[in-house]
């Protein structure tokens, strides 16, 4: 090993899918509501109560597993997680155990900026389970106590986690970004961290090269991020402390099987302190829900789900890059806004025929408008018909770019069309063949010049350009001069 360590992390992230019932039960998931006004029998795990599969949320994660390149077997079944915590009523959680949902997939993840090569990060496993409900503590002003929402409890979760494949924190975020987009795209979850609806656990551990070979550090759970960030800097300090652990101990830092430790993220700090020895699987005693039958799901499900998915956005990118001709870093930016302003993309380059114009006038003349405001394109209010329009009369050379962009900004304000923002401007079409006559004209009447610009002085021709701008104000000086050079080239 060149380098002192190699760093391996792997992410378990829990996503709530959008369904508008919870997991087991007909209880609403809407975020927000008062405290546990969204809860029956079921949910808060009253005796006697039986859950009921909700089938929407099997149809989400299903979606899920199969973009992620899942093998999805024939029939999966339910397990209760036993532990105990206030915020859990029934004292399980109902989750998958040993028979997933889904298993061994891949996620290819790339650097638009090529900071690393693309790879493959190992999917081990997708699987369904209920989520808790959340605990709030010393939240009420001069109280200190701990009060219990149950509105959470029962809602859908797909639990994803990944092979201990990512190489770096930067490829743990990188992962992340990919892996929201694709659930954005396939419209599984809202992904909003903040509302708790993506929330990333992290394994991270060394393979420290010593002349043995390489030797594992334990490995640790980190866990309290609450953006992707967040997750790059708690791993970065992870792998520096761990390292540093390893100089001063060596090999007495602990067998990489010994038990895994849980650490937390803390924001204001940036650090991980200790939080808890993590419990092995037999700990939870894992046992078949015997409330809940087997989920079967035939190969013609698996097969019209597959069929169902749409454009994915890696197969996306690929479609820009190689159709449209623009650069992998741009092909990322624009299908990072998502599918809607893809769609008003391709309109305006399928339209105006010159994908790179479009990309480069749509990531200056939307990208920004709406950035500024915050909002999405279907805010914006020139139709992709009049974007193309004034692209085409950029691209003809009937208005210069900064022309054009006056044009945008009128069409932009007043929800004018090309002509009609033109009008206001007081622009008139330039003709090419009226600009043509004007070139001859104006060479005509000045023969030093064209002697100039013969004798290999071609910036002579800049003196004619203020004279066209004269007869004619809209006229292009770009145009001007090139049509000047090649009349009196054919002199
Ligand atoms: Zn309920
Ligand atoms: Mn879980």
Redesign the pocket.
């Known amino acids: 090993m060149t380098e002192p360590y190699v760093i391996l992390i792997g992410l378990e992230v829990h996503v709530q899918l959008l369904t508008r019932s919870?997991l087991f039960?007909?209880?609403s998931t809407r975020f927000g509501a008062p405290p546990n006004t969204?809860?029956?029998?079921?949910?808060?795990g009253m005796p006697g109560s039986l859950p009921v599969i909700n089938r929407q949320a099997v149809q989400l994660a299903l979606r899920t597993a199969v973009a992620l390149n899942c093998t999805i077997p024939r029939s999966t079944k339910w397990d209760r997680k036993q532990y105990f915590y206030p915020d859990l009523p029934k004292g399980y959680q109902i989750s998958q155990y040993d028979l997933p949902l889904s298993h061994c997939g891949w996620l290819e993840i790339s650097d638009p900026k090529g900071a690393f090569a693309s790879k493959r990060v190992g999917i081990t496993r997708a699987h369904l389970e209920e989520d808790a409900g959340k605990s709030m503590h010393d939240e009420a002003v001069g109280r200190a106590d701990s009060r219990i929402d149950l509105n959470r409890a029962?809602t859908p979760l797909l639990e994803i986690v990944s092979e201990p494949d990512l190489r770096s924190p930067a490829e743990a975020k990188c992962y992340l970004t990919e892996l929201k987009l694709l659930l954005g795209y396939l419209g599984v979850s809202d992904c909003n961290m903040q509302e708790g609806s993506l929330r990333v656990d992290a394994n991270i551990n060394l393979h420290v090269g010593t002349a043995d070979g390489p030797v594992p550090t334990p490995i640790v759970e980190v866990k309290n991020m609450n953006s992707f960030r967040a997750v790059e800097r708690a791993l970065s300090y992870e792998a520096e402390r761990q390292w540093r652990l390893w100089q001063e101990l060596g090999v007495r830092l602990g067998e990489p099987g010994g038990h895994k430790t849980t650490r937390g993220w803390d924001e204001g700090r940036q650090a991980t302190y200790e939080q808890r020895a993590k419990e092995e699987s037999s700990d939870y005693r894992y046992f078949p829900d015997p409330d809940l039958l087997p989920v079967v799901l035939p190969e013609e499900t698996v097969e019209s789900v597959r069929a169902s998915l749409g454009e994915l956005p890696a197969a996306l990118r690929a479609r820009l890059e190689t159709g449209y001709g623009i650069t992998p870093y741009d092909a990322d930016v624009l299908v990072n806004q998502g599918r809607a302003l893809v769609d008003y993309y391709l309109a305006v380059a399928d339209a105006c025929g010159d994908g790179k114009t479009a990309c480069n006038w749509i990531q200056q003349g939307v990208l920004r408008w709406l950035n500024d405001r915050q909002t999405t394109i279907d805010a914006y209010p020139v139709p992709a018909t009049e974007f193309a329009a004034l692209l085409k009369a950029v691209l003809a050379g009937e208005l210069t770019t900064s022309r054009g962009r006056e044009v945008l900004a009128e069409m932009i304000d007043h929800g004018e069309t090309v002509e009609q923002a033109m009008k206001r401007l007081g622009i008139e079409r330039v003709d090419e063949a009226e600009l043509e006559t004007l070139c001859r004209r104006l060479l005509e009447a000045n023969p030093k010049i064209v002697a100039q610009v013969q004798a290999g002085k071609e910036k002579a021709v800049g003196s004619l350009i203020g004279q066209a701008k004269k007869h004619n104000p809209n006229a292009d000086p770009g145009r001007v001069k090139d049509i000047c050079l090649k009349l009196i080239a054919g002199m």
Request: hydrophobic share 15%; proline share 8%.
């Open positions: 919870k039960c007909g209880c969204q809860t029956c029998p079921v949910c808060i029962g």
